[in-house]
Nanobody
Framework: VQLVESGGGLVQAGGSLKLSCAAS????????MGWFHQAPGEQRELVAR???????KYLDSVKGRFSISRDNANNMVYLQMNSLKPDDTAVYYC???????????????WGQGTQVTVSS
């Protein structure tokens, strides 16, 4: 299973970006999907998560500005980021938990990351 992110880039403070993550490969089901970020010298941190039933969870600092969504038919997850701040600058990673059958264990996969830079 492979995750490929796209949509990162350079944006001015107050601007918007939309990140996309496409899952491919052999799997039975994608369960929880999420976005993490990691700034230089910092630990990787959960930004937003969307469960199989579409319930969402957000890092407090992005609530009201970021929105996570998923397209189960096309195995995609998105992160709409509005009102971006310089503190949002980081590499953003897509993450997914998946099963290879209805009774299999759950496995974890990461994308390669996409850089988001917000200038002041």
């Amino acid at each position: 299973v492979q995750l490929v992110e796209s949509g990162g880039g350079l944006v001015q403070a107050g601007g918007s970006l939309k990140l996309s993550c496409a899952a491919s490969g052999s799997f039975f089901r994608l369960n929880t999907m999420g976005w993490f970020h990691q700034a230089p010298g910092e630990q990787r941190e959960l930004v937003a998560r969307i469960f199989a039933g579409a319930t969402t969870k957000y890092l407090d600092s992005v609530k009201g500005r970021f929105s996570i969504s998923r397209d189960n038919a096309n195995n995609m997850v998105y992160l709409q980021m509005n009102s971006l701040k310089p503190d949002d600058t980081a590499v953003y990673y897509c993450n997914a938990e998946f099963q290879t059958s209805s009774t299999s264990l759950q496995y974890d996969v990461w994308g390669q990351g996409t850089q988001v830079t917000v200038s002041s």
